[in-house]
């Protein structure tokens, strides 16, 4: 069955230093999109994408984040300079098109900032 | 206020028990999807349903079932003969309207099935 894949599982990090997250989609979907969870707390919307801009983003999603889709594949998340409160649990998830019933979500990146 | 509200934190029964989740959502909107995911102890998000607002018919898949009742703004989650493998993180989501398709999700509900 197709699946959403990230990496890396895990990234260890020092506040200040640049994260990239990659996603690699489903191939045949359209709309990519990045959430995070706080350890213990909920999952939260952070970006939109489709057709190569951003369709919607969050507060959360602030100067410090920004998403590309630099080639067919992939679909990246950087934190330009993390900071402890980035330290997460961040999944990426896409869909083929907004009428069909299901987000999969990938089995998501843990970012420890110390 | 859009907004999801899972108000059981953490529910704990023996195998075999039925056990029910509760949702209670908040949108302005006519048009809306309610979702419930599960996540297990890996961590992944594991799709279990999607609903339109417009469809109050109750859903049954094996041993899950989802009961919508839009009088009271609720999307419970029933879990019959429940398993050692049922136990996870249950989450369940709002997309509140046809503008958007991010998803709110509420805090979950951690169950806890012991043997």
């Known amino acids: 069955e197709p699946e959403v894949t990230q990496t890396p599982s895990h990234q260890v990090t020092q506040m200040g230093q640049e994260v990239i997250l990659r996603c690699v989609p489903i191939?045949?979907?359209?709309?990519f999109y990045w959430y995070r969870q706080i350890l213990g707390q909920k999952v939260e919307f952070l970006v939109s994408?489709?057709?190569?801009?951003?369709?919607?983003k969050s507060e959360i999603f602030d100067d410090q984040f920004s998403v590309e889709r630099p080639d067919g594949s992939n679909f990246t998340l950087k934190i330009r300079s993390t900071k402890l409160e980035d330290s997460a649990m961040y999944f990426c998830?896409?869909?083929?098109?907004?009428?069909?019933?299901?987000?999969?979500f990938g089995e998501g990146s843990r970012l420890t900032v110390l | 206020a859009q907004k999801v509200t899972q108000a059981q934190t953490e529910i704990s029964v023996v195998e075999k028990e039925d056990v029910t989740l509760d949702c209670v959502y908040e949108?302005?909107?006519?048009?809306?999807?309610l979702f419930w995911y599960k996540q297990p102890p890996s961590g992944e998000l594991v799709f279990l349903i999607r609903?339109?607002?417009?469809?109050?018919q109750n859903e049954i898949s094996g041993r899950y079932s989802w009961n919508f009742q839009k009088s009271t703004s609720s999307f419970n989650f029933t879990i019959t003969a429940s398993q050692v493998v049922d136990s996870a993180v249950y989450f369940c989501?709002?997309?509140?309207?046809?503008?958007?398709?991010?998803?709110?999700f509420g805090t979950g509900t951690r169950l806890q099935v012991f043997p």
């Open positions: 191939s045949n979907h359209l709309y």
């Open positions: 609903r339109n607002s417009f469809d109050e």
């Open positions: 994408f489709y057709n190569n801009e951003i369709s919607e």
């Open positions: 949108t302005r909107d006519t048009t809306y999807y």
């Open positions: 989501a709002l997309s509140p309207s046809y503008n958007t398709d991010k998803l709110i």
């Open positions: 998830a896409s869909r083929v098109d907004l009428n069909t019933g299901e987000l999969f």
